[in-house]
């Protein structure tokens, strides 16, 4: 379910599968379960999207703003009970239900988005290393930027491989991503 919306929309694929995993598998199972396949996706998905060049220098200060977020979540996920951190993956699933169903109009102008950026980046990283979810706050924020759809695939995808390639050291570093997992 989770690669055909991925295959469709162009982004879903840890949004769908850490609920239902979570399910059955305690979060810090779930999330090194889901890396692999979700890099794999993102790659397929900005082979086909093009403008990386555009993306990388454009947004590159989103991006190298969520390492140090990255480090702090996954510092937290090893701090939290499990229980916390599925209470969080799903408080922020349900802001970004709440938000989608909201259908916001973009309109950031080129200073905001500038100002934004490293916050942007930040933010997501936490959330990310903290709950495996990817979409929060960044997809919000470059929807509001009105960019072409290849270029705003292009950079959420980015987005989501260059912090799922850190997140596998991140967790291998802790000790959640191991071979038997």
């Not at 850490?18 to 090194?32: A, E, G, R, Y």
């Not at 998905?45 to 947004?59: N, S």
Request: proline share 6%.
């Amino acid at each position: 379910a989770a690669a055909f919306l991925k295959g469709i929309t162009g982004l879903g694929f840890s949004t769908i599968c850490l609920p239902i995993l979570t399910t059955f598998l305690d979060l810090k199972t779930s999330i090194p379960l889901v890396i692999v396949p979700s890099l794999a996706s993102n790659v397929l998905v900005m082979v086909q999207a093009g403008r990386f060049r555009e993306a990388l220098g454009r947004f590159w200060l989103v991006y190298l703003s969520a390492l140090p977020g990255l480090v702090l979540g996954v510092y937290l996920l090893t701090s939290v009970p499990g229980s916390l951190s599925r209470a969080i993956l799903g408080a922020v699933l349900c802001c970004y239900a709440l938000w989608a169903l909201r259908s916001p109009a973009g309109g950031l102008s080129p200073g905001l988005e500038a100002r934004l950026a490293s916050p942007v980046g930040f933010l997501t990283g936490i959330v990310n290393g903290v709950t495996g979810s990817q979409v929060m706050p960044v997809l919000p924020f470059f929807l509001a930027l009105n960019l072409h759809k290849d270029l705003f695939v292009q950079a959420i995808n980015l987005s989501f491989t260059l912090s799922s390639l850190i997140m596998l050291g991140l967790l291998s570093r802790v000790g959640l991503l191991t071979w038997h997992i």
